[in-house]
């Protein structure tokens, strides 16, 4: 049997924390979720039942909105940042984190370092990682810094490793074009 008393000890209670959020039509939102201290951005965003997330004191940057509860399908978010630094990104103990460029569909691109083991092909870590990957000091092409973020893996057009004796795949890639 169960004792509550120790269960409900361990378990940590969810707690505001305020991201930036840029959804798929580069609209821009800032707000608050509640997110547990041991659940990192990627875990939250790919649970989410049905897709949708409550984003509470949420305004969209662009508007003269008064802040408020949306909802937010997380299918339309790219990428997702807390500027606090309150959360963290990705659960990977034990992780390298290898320099990447992402170029995100529409051509933007991001370079930033990807937790993966030392031996481990960048298509199997972002098969792993499941809707969203996280990105850790995240940089945009123009030398913004974005921090670290959760990137939705379907916004990704190719993702290339920075290292510099990245591994080539000879012979089974397919036809040269």
Partial sequence: MTNLGSLSSRLRPA?????????????VIEGY???GEDQSLVQYFSSRRGGWMNVTRARRTRTDDAPGHIIVQSEHVVMASAPDGGVMVTSAPGAEERP????LVGGHTIRGHLPAGPKQRLSDVIAAYGKFIGITRATLSDGRALGDLAL???AIALLRDLRDAAP???GLSGPEL
């Fill in 100 to 103: 990447v460029e992402v170029v």
């Fill in 152 to 154: 939705n893996a379907g």
């Fill in 15 to 27: 707690q505001p924390r305020r991201l930036n959020i840029v959804l798929r039509d580069s609209m």
């Fill in 33 to 35: 979720i509640h997110i």
């Fill in 168 to 170: 080539i795949d000879e």
